[in-house]
């Protein structure tokens, strides 16, 4: 599976409708992946885990509809500003308040945007966030819980929101026998410490997550930090300086064709 | 039946000898970085890179897509890897001597190294798998020598250049 469209495209979503889990006559049995990381990871080690291994990641963009007016008078208006920045807060009180500390959401207010002076009220306010949730069952419930704030806050202040949510990649979930599986195949091939079980997931997102909802797999990092850098300092994935080790391409290729066979029973009795 | 220690062995001494081959391709491929759904030179390597391989492929409509099918010796289940192919909207500032091409666009994510990742994961399949008997018995070329005679779901041993011996 050759996939284009990764980086936020949902090409994975756009192949399982043309029907690549399908591609060898029968529905696959498992699927594997892999991701080299510049850093955090030094070469030679790879890591993973079972359940939740990557986050679901959306997109929310609230508007708060008001009435624009005089700076000196807001009595005559309808400020959607301070109505914007309490929306802002009751999220953040949202988001620890009606949401279990061990099964948490990430809500970012990345950008906020009203006005164009200081003596005029605006006509609206707009809010655009990120939202993490790290399962499913979280997953499904922001939304309305989201827009409930929203809204509520708005409602308070006698003003309108709407909440425009934008659903992006689910949860990237790994089964657990695929994870011991392919702890024992690295194990064997590279050494027991080579394997390094995460004890938590990573809050970035992959529609790798779309197959893994089908069939059941494991998505493995892979180091490829250069070997003369510290993993702990090296510019990491997406950064303009991001460098990966060619050495990776030993580790990798050997793993993904281990999984396949031992899978299918290919071994060499 | 779980690999054993020997085939664990063989497919990571395998996987070292390749590695130069596989770093090339990597090399290539970031050399022309591609954003989004559709990633014609992107495409282009690997359909190129695969061709040799004698797998069953398929390409996508609504996106630059590759599907490689590749049979074993036996009817039965299948398993799925996959590797992403885009690139990121960002400006290369690595010094690498196989830097971007594209000025504005750059494997930021190491889907270079995926895409090259999954297709030796396929030439490791190709010479050491079940499918190799298989596709010699179809005239291809598969690495190390064999027997057709070997029975289904073995694959020889020994590496990639070795004589190779059979289970």
Known sequence: MFQPGEEGDHGARLMIEEGVLDA??????AAYGLHVLSALLPTGLLTSRPGTMLAAADTVHITVHGRGGH???????QDPVPVAAEIVLALQA??????????PVVVTVGRIDAGTTDNVIPATARIEATVRSFSEAVHGVVPERLARVAEGVAAAHGLTATVDYRRGYPVTTNDPEEVDRAARLVGGMFGERAWWPSPQPLAGAEDFSYVLQEVPGVYVGVGATLADRDPRTAPYNHSAQARFEDGALAVGPALLAALALDRLGFAAA | ???DHADLADLRADARAQLPDVAALRHALHRVPETGLHLPRTQALVLEALEPLGLEITTGTGLSSVVAVLRGGRTGPAVLLRGDMDALPVTEDTGEPFSSEHPGTMHACGHDLHVAGLVG????HRRAGPAAAEHRHHGGQAGAGGDLQAPRGCWPRGGTGSP???C
């Open chain 2, 121 to 124: 994961a396929a030439q490791q």
């Open chain 1, 71 to 77: 700076g000196s008078m807001p009595h005559l208006a």
């Open chain 2, 164 to 166: 190779g011996r059979w």
């Open chain 2, 1 to 3: 039946m779980p690999l």
């Open chain 1, 24 to 29: 060898a006559g029968d529905r696959v049995v």
């Open chain 1, 94 to 103: 949202m988001v620890t308040r009606q949401f279990d500390v061990f099964d």
